[in-house]
C-alpha cells in the first residue's frame, strides 16, 4: 500500500510538470473516471495458464496493478486531443514504453467490447 501511494504521488509530480496550463485540476479523477478506473481493475483478468492466450494476453499479464492503475490515471488524466498524449502517459507509468501504454490500453478496450457483447448476447 504504502508503495503504491508513493507511486501515486510521483505520477501525480510528474502529470502536473507534463500537463499543459489548461490541465489545471486535471489530477483529479472525476467520479465517473474513479468508477472506471475501480471497473477495468477488477475487470480485466488473464489467465496465465489458459492454452487460448494470445501474444496480446500474455503481454498483457506483465502489467502488475499499481502499473494498471497508473496507467488509469494517466489515461484520466491527459485528454484525447493532446497531440503527445501517449508521451506522456507512457512517462506516467514507469518502465512502461508509449507502445506498452497503447497495447495495454487496446487489450482493455478489446475485452470490455468482447464482455459486453457476451452480456447482451445472454441477455437476448
Do not use: N
Not at 478506473?37 to 489458459?50: K, Q
Not at 494517466?74 to 497503447?102: H, I, N, Q, T, Y
Amino acid at each position: 500500500v504504502a508503495e503504491v501511494t508513493a507511486q501515486i504521488k510521483r505520477l501525480k509530480s510528474r502529470v502536473a510538470k507534463a500537463a499543459p496550463p489548461s490541465a489545471a485540476g486535471g489530477l483529479e479523477m472525476s467520479k465517473r473516471a474513479a468508477h472506471t478506473s475501480t471497473r477495468l481493475t477488477s475487470d480485466i483478468t488473464v489467465r496465465t495458464g489458459d492454452a487460448a492466450t494470445s501474444a496480446a494476453s500474455r503481454d498483457a499479464v506483465q502489467w502488475s496493478q499499481d502499473e494498471q492503475k497508473l496507467l488509469e490515471m494517466a489515461l484520466a488524466s491527459f485528454g484525447r486531443d493532446l497531440a503527445d498524449r501517449w508521451d506522456r502517459v507512457s512517462a506516467a507509468v514507469p518502465g512502461k514504453s508509449k507502445a506498452d501504454c497503447m497495447a495495454r490500453y487496446k487489450h482493455i478496450a478489446t475485452q470490455l467490447r468482447q464482455r459486453k457483447t457476451t452480456a447482451a448476447t445472454a441477455s437476448s
